[in-house]
Nanobody, 126 residues
Framework: QVQLVESGGGLVQAGGSLRLSCAASGRTFSRYAMGWFRQAPGKEREFVAGISWSGGNTDYADSVKGRFTLSRDNIKNTVYLQMNSLKPEDTAVYYC???????????????????WGQGTQVTVSS
């Protein structure tokens, strides 16, 4: 069983920054690929960013490339999503997810992730 707890969401003005954190339980965190997804009201859940178990491979949605950076600390069992130059269209609930099946690249589809956090709200005002 893996538990994921997100934090760091909030209200920010357009152009501002936030850093989301996702703390994971379990001794094998370093083996998991991790991902962030988001879901806005009335929209489907969409991939935001993913990172491989080693941190050596990352992938980003086109809409956030150059603005968001995903990193991980396998000692602290935590992943971080640094979000800069935020836009109103980034407003959504952000979810952290873990893929416990070893792979060199983080999955892009939500169906490949095994565990999910409860989500944290990010609201960007114009």
């Amino acid at each position: 069983q893996v538990q994921l707890v997100e934090s760091g969401g909030g209200l920010v003005q357009a152009g501002g920054s936030l850093r989301l954190s996702c703390a994971a339980s379990g001794r094998t965190f370093s083996r998991y690929a991790m991902g962030w997804f988001r879901q806005a009201p009335g929209k489907e859940r969409e991939f935001v960013a993913g990172i491989s178990w080693s941190g050596g491979n990352t992938d980003y949605a086109d809409s956030v490339k150059g603005r968001f950076t995903l990193s991980r600390d396998n000692i602290k069992n935590t992943v971080y999503l640094q979000m800069n130059s935020l836009k109103p269209e980034d407003t959504a609930v952000y979810y952290c997810a873990a893929d416990i099946h070893p792979s060199a690249f983080p999955p892009l589809s939500h169906v490949e992730y095994d565990y999910w956090g409860q989500g944290t709200q990010v609201t960007v005002s114009s």
